[in-house]
C-alpha cells in the first residue's frame, strides 16, 4: 500500500477548506463575507486573503459588527444579504 504523506493531505484540505468558504460567500457584501467566514472560524488574516483586503480591515470591520451587536442594532440577516 502507499505511503500517505499527511503534510500533503492537510494542504489538500485546506484548499478545499477555502474553496467552500469562497463559494459560501459569493455574493454577499464584503461585511457579510468577514462576518461570515469569522464564524466560520478563519483568522483576520485569513479572511482578508479571501476576500482581497488586509487584515487591519477585517479587524475594523469585526469591531464594527461586535459593536452593533452590542448596541442591539439589529443587522440584516446573512441570509437575505443575497437579495440586494
Known amino acids: 500500500m502507499a505511503q500517505i504523506d499527511d503534510g500533503l493531505v492537510l494542504e489538500k484540505l485546506d484548499r478545499v ?10 455574493g454577499l457584501s464584503q461585511t457579510d463575507q468577514i462576518a461570515v467566514l469569522n464564524k466560520a472560524g ?15 480591515t477585517v479587524r475594523v470591520a469585526l469591531v464594527g459588527i461586535r459593536r452593533a451587536a452590542l448596541q442591539g442594532r439589529k443587522r440584516k440577516p446573512v441570509a437575505t444579504s443575497r437579495e440586494e
Do not use: Y
Request: net charge positive; proline share 4%; no cysteine.
Open 42 to 56: 478563519f483568522s483576520p488574516k485569513e479572511i482578508a486573503e479571501l476576500v482581497g483586503t488586509t487584515a487591519n
Open 17 to 26: 477548506l477555502r474553496l467552500v468558504a469562497i463559494i459560501s460567500i459569493k
